[in-house]
């Protein structure tokens, strides 16, 4: 019997690590991929590994803070004012789910996905792939004692997960074990047990390990459409510019672009994913050496050092799917690394820069399942700030998924179908009726019933 294949439309971090995942199970693995592999969400991120830092995004005060920052260029949190009623209730539902209940469950469940992390990045490691990581631990340094016994206490939540919050440092013992740090900071805490990687070596070597293993990975080939047995819920095949590629199995992982590509497929299905667009600065060499990754609380600023560089990387921004580098945000970056860190330039023309889109779910949770409606496409996206995380846990998940039809346990709070479907083609099988022109990374694509 011929090896299943399996087309992924993605060749971000999920993408990878699900083929990965994939090929070990005996498939034959093709990654379809708009632009550069790891050329996405995935390339200049902060590559923090922190199974500790569970928490979603809509949490209890969000609203109140992000209605504070929303109209200001340069607040880590920002919401561009754009006539889109699909983002509109989006953000409604955002809203709705901050609050103390719905934050706890996302954070039980992505905690519970996250135990099999550190696991997995080590098993990845044993298997040979071969990627510049540290297990520094990650250190949060506050400029306010008040915000500090906040997010200490916080930490408590996590014990049921195996985290005992740390104790607090002051200020001098925080620069005691970060001489980095400035005279501002009057504290903080350190988890020893947190990762960091450098994210586009990682997707660098998870792609070479693939092509090396038989894989095809195929960059600058989108996914154009599908070729598709409606009736029945069935792919058959993916459809690129150079022809269509047969496929027993799809998994769509194409991050904050997922939604665009799903809509190829079933205009019913509903994936709200929006672009939470996030900037980093590399300094390379850095003004001064940092020894470990440092949180900066107060401005949402990760700081991660890696080898010939420093980045500093954060903010929020909902602007929509672009690229757009903002100075204003760029600019408060650089001044959130001057204030906090000793000797750092607040100039930020002293950096290179790089903007990514996080796949954003209003609930706070990625969407990992199989696609409503269909019984061989499947769906992981929406890993918002927790992708490097959470990437191993989701698809080795995926991966069983795919391959013995059920979804383990972990994935029930992340089913895609929490969502619901669209009525608006209604009353026959899935995607009936379904003819649609749309753009994908724009590209003006025609998909149709195969
Ligand atoms: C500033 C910043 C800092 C971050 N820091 C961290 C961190 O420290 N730790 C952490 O865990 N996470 C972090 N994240 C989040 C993390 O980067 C993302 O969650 C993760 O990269 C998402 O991976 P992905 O594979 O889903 O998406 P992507 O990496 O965006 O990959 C999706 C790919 O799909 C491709 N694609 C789109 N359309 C098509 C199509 N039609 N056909 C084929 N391919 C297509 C795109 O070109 C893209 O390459 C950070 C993000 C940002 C922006």
Redesign the pocket.
């Known amino acids: 019997m011929p090896e299943p294949r399996v087309v992924i439309?993605?060749?971000?971090?999920?993408?990878?690590t699900a083929g990965w995942e994939l090929a070990r199970r005996g498939w034959r693995v093709t990654v379809?991929?708009?632009?550069?592999?790891?050329?996405?969400?995935?390339?200049?991120?902060?590559?923090?590994?922190?199974p500790a830092?569970s928490d979603p995004v809509p949490a209890p005060g969000v609203v109140g803070s992000s209605l504070r920052w929303m109209w200001r260029q340069d607040s880590p949190l920002r919401i561009a004012p754009r006539a889109d009623l699909g983002f509109a209730r989006w953000l409604l539902a955002f809203w709705r789910r901050c609050n103390r209940r719905d934050f706890r469950a996302a954070l039980a469940a992505t905690a519970a996905l996250n135990r099999r992390t550190l696991a997995l990045y080590d098993a990845l490691a044993g298997a040979g792939v071969r990627f510049e990581a540290y297990q520094h631990g990650l250190l949060f340094a506050y400029r306010d004692p008040k915000a500090l016994a906040h997010d200490h206490r916080a930490l408590d939540l996590l014990r049921p997960f195996g985290l005992d919050p740390p104790p607090i440092l002051g200020g001098d013992a925080a620069r005691e074990r970060e001489p980095a740090l400035g005279d501002a900071i009057v504290g903080g805490f350190h988890l020893p047990d947190e990762r960091?990687l450098r994210?586009d070596d990682l997707?660098r070597a998870l792609a070479e390990r693939l092509a090396a293993d038989g894989a095809d990975l195929r960059p600058h080939?989108?996914?154009?459409g599908f070729d598709a047995d409606r009736s029945g819920g069935r792919v058959r095949g993916v459809r690129?510019p150079g022809g269509a590629i047969p496929a027993g199995a799809v998994l769509l992982?194409?991050?904050?672009?997922?939604p665009?590509?799903a809509r190829?497929l079933d205009r019913r299905v509903r994936l709200p994913i929006e672009a939470?667009?996030?900037?980093?600065l590399d300094y390379a060499p850095p003004p001064r050496p940092v020894g470990a990754p440092i949180y900066l609380h107060e401005a949402r600023v990760?700081v991660?050092p890696l080898a010939g560089l420093v980045r500093l990387?954060?903010?929020m921004e909902f602007s929509g799917l672009n690229a757009r580098l903002v100075p204003n945000r760029i600019a408060a970056i650089a001044r959130a690394g001057a204030a906090a860190l000793r000797d750092w330039p607040p100039d930020p023309a002293r950096a290179t820069h790089?903007?990514?889109?996080?796949?954003m779910t209003p609930d706070g949770l990625?969407a990992i399942g199989l696609v409503p409606g269909w019984e061989n496409v499947a769906v992981?996206?929406?890993?918002?700030?927790?992708?490097?995380?959470?990437?191993p846990a989701t698809a080795e998940a995926v991966a069983d998924l795919l391959t013995t039809g059920d979804a383990p346990p972990t994935l029930r709070p992340f089913d895609p179908a929490r969502f619901g479907r669209s009525r608006r083609v209604a009353g026959r099988g899935p995607g009936a009726g379904f003819r649609e022109r749309g753009r994908?990374?724009g590209?003006p694509?025609a998909a149709d019933d195969g």
């Open positions: 439309v993605g060749g971000g971090v999920i993408g990878l379809l991929e708009a632009g550069e592999v790891g050329g996405g969400a995935s390339f200049g991120n902060a590559g923090w590994v922190v830092l960091h994210p997707t080939t989108p996914a154009i690129t992982a194409a991050g904050a672009w997922t665009g590509v190829l939470g667009k996030g900037y980093g990760a991660t990387a954060g903010t790089w903007t990514g889109p996080r796949p990625p992981a996206a929406g890993h918002a700030m927790l992708g490097i995380t959470l990437a994908v990374n590209r694509v």
